[in-house]
């Protein structure tokens, strides 16, 4: 399909549908209120697709004025935050329900009667949690339509969850807390998992790795039992006193015994005891464990790791492949909500955005003010025509790329002197010299601790470690001083050269980068095809996930549920 074929069309629809086929290409055209109103609506889906590909979301949500303030209410910061924090109220009861193990000591010998809270208490602040749960999901199934919340099975899942958690809470409190079994607490861990969209990831990986997993685990079990029997048959017992009587009866007394003492040897834990008592008697008998050890931990068990590896680092690139998708659908979905017709050429013919309404949609935008910056002033590097779908696309590509850290300037001195000492204590060789006193430093701490290890404290003669932690604190000092006359304060701040600095700064320069503006995104934004880094595990998958294409793109934009597409 050309790429100037519009997608979505330009005339309001119904339930928040945009479709403005044939709108003027100037915007300065008197269009009445009604097309003003669907310009907005326009605007405002461009904001809400691009902080989809920015967060990398799926944009199969409700698009109208009302539902879009919604959506970006419930992903702002404050609502994410105190929803995390209910999700970790919810499961911090657990600490202080009855029976409670929260004590101030972990000593039987001193440790106090634990605190039972009355009835009523924690139930309050489970039900003040559950009805922040059922107002999310509610929020979730409104947003993203009927249609889609019978197709999604986290959804349905916390749904049912919820209902059993409410209908528990309701029983414990009409018996006044005198329930023999919570159910709920069983499913608080929930609340969590449908939450982290990492963890709902590892839960899949996991499901999708069981069958291939589960014809290892065959193999360890069939291992673990042949080697069991065998065994057990091997040390008899049978003349007291000897070897094979000790190992008998230390790790081969039943089958269950023997079963659980191989297990254990399988992880190597207690390896060499398990065969001590056999070996003793015949070094013979040590074939049995090493052949043993050889099947199990070095054969089977690195096949079950890397069978492990193999799926998740397999999922990693699926993953991965699907938010590289969504993060272009959402830009090709701005792109398209924002395109207009060339000036004096048919729609079919010429489409694009207007450089001018990208810069005013990203100022709307919730993003890290530098990418802004540097997506802004690529835009203007175009010029003033309109951005095709490539361009566009390819603007979002600064996303992906690394903030440098200007080294701000050294101090320019005039004095040949002060440039010759300048030269000297910023040189990379005086840093040198500085590890070598910390090193130093800890070399004679631990001198002095081993010596006097069998020494009294009160006998101690600690004279000679305080001088020399003194000249060492009074050369760190000295040597502070030096880097900040020769690189100056930002600089020496921005560069800590030993481990001294490192954790003198590190609170420092915290606070420093909120405002130092001496920063920058390393791109090349009048280059085509610019080489840049990447912060993402893009850069270390990026040889193997594939651009999606135009057709399935478009594919998807038009199985949107709830924007019209029109040709």
């Not at 840093?431 to 430093?441: E, F, I, K, P, T």
Request: aromatic share 12%.
């Amino acid at each position: 399909m050309a790429e100037s074929d519009p997608l979505l069309s330009r005339a309001r629809g119904d339930s928040g549908r945009d479709c403005r086929a044939g709108f003027p290409a100037s915007r300065s055209v008197q269009v009445g209120p009604d097309a003003a109103a669907g310009w907005d609506l326009c605007f405002d889906q461009a904001v809400v697709f691009i902080e989809d590909a920015i967060q990398y979301r799926s944009i199969n949500h409700r698009m109208d004025a009302g539902s879009m303030w919604l959506y970006r209410w419930y992903y702002s910061d404050t609502c994410q935050w105190i929803l995390s924090f209910v999700i970790f109220l919810i499961l911090f009861l657990a600490f202080i329900e009855t029976p409670s193990s929260l004590t101030s000591t972990s000593d039987v010998r001193y440790r106090s009667a634990p605190w039972d809270p009355p009835c009523g208490l924690t139930e309050s602040i489970e039900g003040l949690c559950l009805l922040v749960f059922v107002a999310d999901l509610s929020v979730k199934s409104y947003l993203v339509g009927w249609a889609q919340f019978q197709k999604s099975l986290w959804l349905l899942d916390y749904l049912v969850v919820l209902v059993v958690s409410l209908v528990d809470w309701t029983v414990s409190l009409s018996l006044v807390c005198q329930e023999p079994l919570r159910l709920r607490r069983l499913l608080r861990p929930f609340f969590l998992l449908q939450n982290s969209s990492m963890m709902k990831k590892t839960l899949k990986c996991i499901r999708w790795s069981l069958w291939e997993m589960a014809s290892v685990v065959l193999l360890l079990a069939l291992h673990l039992s042949v080697f069991t029997m065998f065994g057990m048959l091997l040390f008899t017992g049978e003349e007291q006193g000897d070897g094979q009587d000790k190992e008998r009866l230390t790790y081969f007394r039943s089958l269950p015994e023997a079963l659980t003492s191989l297990l254990v040897l399988l992880t190597t834990a207690n390896n060499p005891d398990v065969m001590i008592p056999a070996y003793s008697k015949n070094r013979a008998y040590a074939i049995f464990f090493i052949v043993f050890t050889l099947i199990g931990s070095l054969f089977l068990m690195n096949l079950l790791t890397a069978i492990i590896y193999n799926q998740f680092r397999g999922y990693l690139v699926k993953s991965l492949q699907a938010s590289l998708f969504r993060k272009r659908l959402g830009t090709r979905a701005a792109y398209e909500v924002l395109c207009t017709p060339a000036e004096g050429e048919a729609p079919p013919r010429g489409v694009g955005v207007k450089p001018q309404d990208l810069v005013q949609v990203l100022q709307k935008v919730q993003m890290d003010g530098t990418h802004r910056q540097a997506i802004v002033e690529k835009v203007h590097s175009y010029g003033g025509g309109l951005l095709s779908a490539d361009k566009f696309q390819n603007l979002f590509n600064e996303l992906d790329r690394r903030v440098v850290k200007e080294r701000p300037p050294r101090p320019e001195y005039r004095s040949p002197l002060l440039q010759s000492a300048q030269f000297l204590f910023g040189h990379r060789w005086f840093d040198y010299l500085g590890n070598a006193v910390v090193l130093a430093n800890l070399v004679s701490i631990c001198v002095f601790l081993v010596r006097d290890a069998d020494v009294l404290p009160r006998d101690r003669d600690d004279f000679i470690l305080g001088i020399l932690n003194c000249v060492f604190i009074l050369y760190y000092l000295a040597e502070m001083l030096l880097k900040v006359f020769a690189l100056g304060l930002l600089g020496y701040l921005s560069c800590p050269s030993n481990v001294f600095d490192g954790l003198l700064t590190v609170v420092l320069l915290n606070f420093l980068h909120k405002w130092d503006r001496r920063s920058h995104l390393q791109s090349l934004p009048r280059d085509p095809d610019p080489t840049y880094e990447m912060t993402t595990l893009e850069l270390l998958f990026g040889h193997v996930l594939e651009e999606p294409t135009e057709e399935e793109l478009i594919e998807k934009l038009q199985r949107h549920p709830h924007l019209q597409l029109c040709r």
